[in-house]
């Protein structure tokens, strides 16, 4: 062969290679996009087939709202559940007629403490044990 164009194949050779070289990197970055479309294309699928379900239940019926409950006319009860707001923690029929200021005769207690039941019976307070109450907090 001519010494010129020794010199040129090996150019067209080192050429081809570099070619080469890219092409099998552009195949493996094809396969590797490929591979990630195909993962998106079944993510999509999996939010359409969930949006249709979503769609096919039924309405969600609303829970009802919980009603407040009524206190009894009375205004020692509004006055009790003043005290309770005030109040750090669970109280006795005790701590609530000296917190009322009224004197502690058995009678004050026992009516203090049946107040108390009825507000326990409303859902208002709570006995957390026997004969000591809490205020309910929603």
């Known amino acids: 062969m001519d010494d010129q164009v020794t010199p040129l194949l090996e150019r067209i050779d080192a050429r081809e290679r ?15 996009l490929t591979a990630r479309h195909r ?9 359409a087939v969930t949006r249709k379900t979503l769609l096919a239940l039924p309405p969600a019926t609303p829970e009802p709202a919980e009603e407040r409950p009524v206190l009894p ?9 003043d005290v309770f707001a005030d109040a750090a923690g669970p109280m006795r029929a005790r701590d609530l007629c000296q917190a009322l200021d009224l004197s502690l005769r058995p009678k004050n207690i026992e009516s203090t403490r049946h107040k108390l039941k009825r507000l326990v019976s409303l859902g208002v307070l709570a006995e957390t044990e026997p004969g000591l109450f809490i205020q309910r907090r929603p």
């Open 18 to 32: 570099e070619l080469g070289t890219a092409a099998e990197q552009l195949r493996t970055q094809i396969d590797e």
């Open 39 to 47: 993962e998106l294309d079944e993510e999509i699928e999996n939010l």
């Open 73 to 81: 006319a009375h205004r020692a009860y509004q006055q009790i559940l």
